[in-house]
């Protein structure tokens, strides 16, 4: 029954001097990956024994079982989490299927949340809210459709829980559901089904975790290319239910890009296409209704995807501007041109800072890494020095060596003419590796009164200086007005690039001494803003999705009338609210 | 309703105002030369994209909007694309300020030995300054001064300078450019023109309102502008001119910069170097056009003693904060920012709300003389020719200085000296406008009397220009009283002390006079209750539920403030009479002034009418935007004329009702 899982090989593919220093922690872990919580942390990002502390000496460590000795497992108070509400002819039903279940209270909270800022902070609190009453492990399809209709005749309420990364809050239970709500998690569904080399598709469940997925396919010699920036944890079904988005989607496209055919058990039944047709005029795409559906309509079981053979060769590099304008004008040019490399970011001066203080040196990658946080957290964010005109932004191009090489040339030229000097591979590698570690980083801010996280956008070329300016600007005066005594981090960089518009991205701390409800504080900054991107013509999300967390602003996002379309699809495929997270609507 | 809570129990009393500091007392203890060559290093805003005069010329040029109106402009009348540009870098080249420091170095030498001459002194609040400069280095600044004199934006640049903030660029109508020298001088001290209209030549709007966000979103410079759009002749302030808050909220509301910080500075004269010559413009002498030769003509003047200016440098207000919760800026993210597009009802209503507001503010923030006051109890006095003993108007003077105080007037009564010397000096400084003669005062009406034959209408009018004059000194105070005026003549009205009654005649007075004084829009019920709490906290009036009562020794605060509105309610209502009475159905526009004053002159002889102040054409002028705002007269194009229809019957009723013969139409939202 249990799923043993070897991590030995977890990330040997990634050449980012931080994720190794993931890798380093966990080489050799066997364990029941039945319980995640056993080696993921329930309050917290990761691993449950990769974190940061600042030890007596003032230095930050990144503590790991088997590279420190320091272990540090906060463990959860059982009786602080509520007696499950357990739906008696259910669990009979579920017992005759021999699909496993547990109502035990580790397994229960580990389901209940995302990793939104208020949630984390909570737990670390040890406030627990309404959590699921039982967890279930379908292993397949079936399992899924068995369980679909065992909830619907004994009207219980189903949550699909896949990577549990979510920071929507759309893994929140309800706190209003008095029915029994069950999580049902994917991750039992793991497996590639078959790979189809001469269409290049893999049928894959959708339970499958990123990085799985990827190294699975690397052995027979091809990638998907959707590496979201959760990608450790992520699975390919919470991918299709937000309409996720990876780094590398200049070249193999956006999750609704890469999906050929979907498998959806919904309470009216299984929804899916008759056939693997590229594209198909056959009304409005019902694959359309799936992606996005942030679980209120069913789970989805199985997706084909579109696979690309590994690429020979692939280069960073990364580039200064003298300042952001300049940067966002350089994109903008690339993206006009169509030559923008596997992925092109730029971030903003205070950013790239953050990433220099990432940066390791040949003797001792790991100290210097660490010194560098050190540098970081205690100049830049409690001190806050004055920043300097610097910009950088980090192509990484993909491909045939000849190609690349070329490819790598027609970028640079077009950043020298926008004033852009190249700085080498290094730059650009740290770049990528910011992305992994930054919600480690958070839980270490945690621990010395910082409070943060990253929010995105997206929007059109002409507007994408005037939304980072003033959201920045929002960020900084709403702090002021709410009374946080130190400047806070406001920072941003541009992610994506699109013909017509790119996502942005912020990243936003501050130091919450003093404030008595920092989580509100954080929750009211974080909405102002959040209107003030919609107010300078940014979407609620480009990526993220709307859980609960954006839901008030989706009616004047999609209008009235996109509102009843939404709902009535719900009333149809769901009338009686069997997935009911309360997302989107 | 939001600003309700904020207007209806905040005591005026206790607005904190700054203290004041005078910057021509280091002018007259040190050199003048060193003072205008001195070093230079102003704040900037500290995202300034700095740019120089022809850059931004360039810029302006080739902006998306002013290309985009060009091909507009080329579809519609066929002309070609490069005759537009050359148009459009022809209303650049016209219309563009050229700010060198060496012209302000030359003003600020040139008009610290005028100013010295003239004033007594200039008082700025530095705690203003200050703030200012704060915003400058964070927002692009708008600074809207009130508009009383030709001198309010050399003074601003002159204050500006001497405190080392940055240099606004300034939007002057374009008959300053007429003045040859001058005109170029102006341009150099950071003067950019407008055309007075333009009417609908889109061409000139793209390019004008570029220039100016232009300015704006870079922060090159604070701009400058008059929300009034032009002088204030009867020292009111005028119903506020939208067009250029609009462009200057513009960048804002399209999220161009994160916020922008409007200041009001209000700009008051204890005597106004334009007094007699506005006076005359009421009668209809008209105004002589901008000379250089008529500018050194006035240097007589300089002998004269004007004199202190006080410069009230206000609150800088956030367009940010105005917007919150009033303006969805969503709407402008649908469409390319770069073309130009009507502003929605929101946006409108928003800006026109917007520019009240600060109108107010500036308002608020003016300082009264005593002579103000003075002014005030003259005018009313039984019979202007006879005059007011000196002892009763001191008796008055004091009376009234508290109650100005009471209801938040910015007073500036010296307390040091004694009452008598208070009132003897101000009549000294105005000692064109007041005589005293047998220990009485009166205003000196015979002063214009000329050689030669005159004959009564002329009489008529020479006398009604010391009337004018010192009614444009009582104007100065208006705005501290006009609502409970309005309330004290609406008790009166409606002889009645029911309260919704009170409050229907109250809704009819404020309506009719909405072109007359600053009333915001949609702001009726906060007025009557400013109103109401301000005559209550004095012990004018008791209130209750249902009831305003008089109080016993409310009578002579009630028939003050009454008497104040008096004049006004008699001007229309005999203008109201001629449009009756006289008015043929081929009254033009343009005829109009001229045949109502041929109308007034006429009865003022017969002795039928009052008060001379009736002659003002701004009142009649403002009568008339009214009765056409209410749809009693109406205008109709007549080949080249435009003619004023005059529905008599409603305008007859509107006489009666004024007259109180009638009672006031039911108001149509009354929440109380």
């Known amino acids: 029954m249990h799923v043993f899982r070897y991590y030995s090989t977890l990330v040997s593919s990634y050449i980012y001097p931080c994720v190794c220093v993931c890798v380093c922690v966990c080489v050799c872990v066997c364990f029941f990956f039945f319980h995640r919580q056993d080696i993921m942390k329930w309050n917290g990002w990761g691993y449950s024994d990769s974190r940061f502390l600042y030890n007596k000496k003032g230095q930050a460590e990144f503590t790991g079982k088997r590279l420190l000795k320091t272990t540090f497992i906060p463990i959860l108070n059982s009786t602080a989490v509520q007696v499950p509400t357990i739906n008696e002819a259910f669990v009979e039903e579920i017992k005759t299927t021999g699909i496993p279940f547990s109502s035990d209270a580790e397994d229960r909270v580990f389901r209940g949340h995302g990793h939104c800022l208020h949630e984390i902070f909570a737990l670390r609190e040890g406030k627990i809210g309404r959590v699921p009453d039982m967890v279930v492990w379908p292993s397949c399809h079936n399992d899924v459709v068995k369980i679909v209709e065992l909830a619907c005749k004994n009207n219980v309420c189903l949550i699909p829980f896949g990577g549990g990364t979510s920071v929507s809050s759309a893994l929140e239970c309800p706190p209003e559901e008095t029915r029994s709500i069950v999580s049902l998690d994917t991750s039992q569904m793991n497996r590639i089904l078959w790979i189809d080399e001469k269409n290049l598709t893999a049928h894959v469940e959708a339970g499958i975790v990123g990085q799985d997925l990827e190294r699975s396919l690397n052995e027979s010699g091809y990638c998907t290319g959707h590496e979201p920036d959760s990608m450790e944890f992520s699975s390919l079904g919470g991918w299709v239910a937000t309409r996720a988005s990876g780094m590398k989607k200049n070249i193999y496209g956006n999750i609704e890009d890469l999906v050929i055919h979907i498998k959806m058990v919904t309470p009216r039944g299984v929804i899916e296409k008759s056939c693997q047709g590229p594209r198909m005029s056959t009304g409005p795409d019902i694959h359309h209704f799936i992606l996005g559906s942030e679980g209120t309509l069913g789970v989805v079981t199985e997706v084909t995807m579109k696979i690309r053979p590994l690429p020979e060769y692939q280069k960073y590099g990364s580039v200064v501007f003298p300042n952001f304008e300049q940067g966002v004008a350089c994109l903008r040019e690339v993206a006009k041109r169509r030559c923008a490399p596997a992925s092109i970011r730029l971030m903003d001066n205070e950013q790239f800072k953050f990433g220099h203080a990432l940066k390791p040196q040949v003797s001792s990658i790991f100290t210097s890494f660490l010194d560098g946080l050190k540098t970081f957290y205690i100049t830049k964010v409690i001190q806050r020095l004055r920043p300097q005109p610097l910009v950088c932004g980090h192509p990484v191009v993909r491909g045939d060596r000849e190609k690349v090489l070329q490819h790598e040339k027609q970028v640079y030229d077009i950043a020298a003419k926008f004033g852009g000097l190249a700085a080498g591979e290094d730059n650009g590698q740290r770049g990528y590796m910011l992305t992994f570690v930054i919600a480690y980083l958070r839980d270490l801010g945690m621990d010395y009164y910082l409070i943060g996280e990253s929010f995105e956008t997206s929007v059109p070329w002409d507007r994408v200086l005037d939304v980072c300016r003033n959201v920045k600007a929002r960020i900084i005066r709403e702090c002021k007005d709410k009374g946080v005594q130190f400047p806070p981090l406001s920072t941003c960089r541009v992610t994506q690039t699109y013909d017509s518009g790119a996502c942005v991205y912020f990243y936003f701390a501050f130091n919450y001494r003093g404030l008595s409800d920092p989580v509100h504080v954080y929750e009211q900054v974080e909405h102002a803003a959040r209107e003030e991107i919609l107010a300078n013509g940014g979407s609620l999300s480009h990526h993220h999705g709307v859980g609960k967390l954006r839901k008030g602003w989706m009616r004047e996002t999609v209008s009235d009338v996109g509102m009843g379309m939404l709902k009535s699809v719900k009333e149809y495929v769901d009338p009686s609210n069997i997935f009911g997270n309360r997302n989107l609507l | ?672």
């Open chain 2, 1 to 672: 309703m939001e600003n309700k809570a904020a207007y209806s129990h905040r005591d005026p009393m206790l607005k904190k105002r700054d203290d004041f500091e005078d910057i021509l007392e280091e002018r007259r203890n040190s050199s003048d030369l060193r003072y205008a060559l001195r070093c230079y290093t102003p704040v900037l805003y500290k995202n300034l994209i700095p740019c120089d005069a022809s850059a931004l010329k360039t810029m302006v040029l080739q902006s998306d909007q002013v290309h985009y109106v060009i091909s507009q402009v080329s579809k519609e009348t066929g002309r070609t694309a490069e005759d537009l540009q050359e148009e459009a870098s022809g209303i650049v080249e016209e219309m563009a300020h050229r700010l060198q420091l060496s012209t302000v170095r030359f003003f600020a030498f040139a008009l610290s030995k005028v100013f010295k001459t003239l004033f007594k002194s200039i008082c700025v609040n530095e705690d203003g300054i200050q703030r200012l400069q704060q915003a400058i280095h964070e927002h692009p600044v708008v600074l809207l001064p009130s508009h009383r004199s030709y001198m309010d934006f050399l003074l601003m640049s002159l204050i500006l300078y001497t405190y080392d903030l940055a240099l606004p660029v300034i939007a002057a109508g374009m008959d300053f450019m007429g003045m040859k020298v001058v005109g170029e001088m102006l341009r150099m001290s950071g003067a950019f023109f407008l055309r007075r209209s333009f009417g609908g030549d889109k061409l000139y709007w793209a390019v004008f309102s570029e220039y100016v966000k232009t300015i704006l979103k870079n922060g090159l410079a604070p701009v400058e502008f008059f929300l009034e759009g032009t002088r204030s002749r009867t020292s009111k302030s005028l119903t506020p001119k939208l067009g250029l808050l609009n462009i200057a909220m513009d960048p804002f509301l399209k999220g161009e910069v994160f916020d922008i910080s409007l200041v009001p500075v209000s700009i008051s004269y204890e005597r106004i170097l334009e007094e007699t010559l506005y006076a005359r413009e009421m009668l209809g002498v008209p105004k002589p056009k901008e000379s250089t030769s008529g500018l050194f003509k006035a240097r007589k003047i300089l002998s004269e003693d004007y004199g202190s200016i006080h410069v009230y440098f206000g609150q800088p207000v956030s367009v940010r904060s105005l917007a919150e919760g009033r303006v969805n800026r969503c709407q402008f993210s649908l469409t390319p920012r770069h073309i130009p597009k009507r502003a929605s009802e929101d946006v409108q209503t928003f800006v026109n709300e917007a520019a009240y507001s600060l109108v107010r503010a500036q308002e608020e923030n003016m300082v009264l003389k005593p002579w103000v006051l003075l002014a005030s109890i003259l005018l009313q006095s039984e019979d202007l020719d006879r005059g007011i003993p000196l002892a009763e108007l001191t008796e008055q003077a004091l009376w009234l200085k508290d109650l100005c105080r009471q209801y938040g007037g910015f007073l500036h009564w010296p307390d040091q000296m004694t009452p008598s010397e208070v009132v003897s000096s101000s009549l000294t400084l105005h000692h064109g406008l007041v005589r005293v003669s047998e220990g009485k005062v009166h205003l000196a009406l015979n002063k214009e009397a000329q050689a030669g034959p005159v004959t009564p209408e002329e009489q008529v009018l020479s006398r009604a220009v010391p009337v004018i004059s010192c009614a444009s000194y009582r104007n100065q105070a208006l705005h501290v009283f006009v609502r409970p005026a309005l309330l004290a003549t609406a008790v009166h009205t409606a002889a009645t002390n029911n309260k919704q009654e009170v409050y229907n005649t109250f809704s009819f007075l404020r309506n009719l006079f909405a072109n007359e004084f600053i009333l915001c829009p949609n702001a009726t019920v906060q007025d009557f209750e400013e109103a109401c709490f301000l005559l209550e906290k004095t012990g004018v009036v008791q209130l209750n539920e249902q009831e305003i009562i008089v109080t016993h020794r409310g009578h002579r605060t009630m028939g003050f403030l009454s008497r104040m509105l008096l004049p006004f309610i008699q001007g229309y209502q005999v203008v109201c009479a001629f449009l009756c009475e006289e008015a043929s159905d081929v009254l033009t526009e343009k005829e109009f002034v001229p045949a109502v004053r041929t109308f007034l002159i006429k009865k003022l002889l017969a002795g039928t009418l009052r008060y001379p102040e009736v002659l003002s054409s701004d009142l009649q002028k403002n009568a008339l935007a009214a009765l056409l705002r209410l749809g009693a007269v109406r205008k109709v194009k007549r080949a080249e004329q435009t003619s004023l229809k005059v529905n008599k019957v409603t305008v007859n009723s509107l006489e009666d009702t004024l007259g109180g013969k009638l009672p006031t139409p039911r108001a149509a939202a009354a929440r109380l």
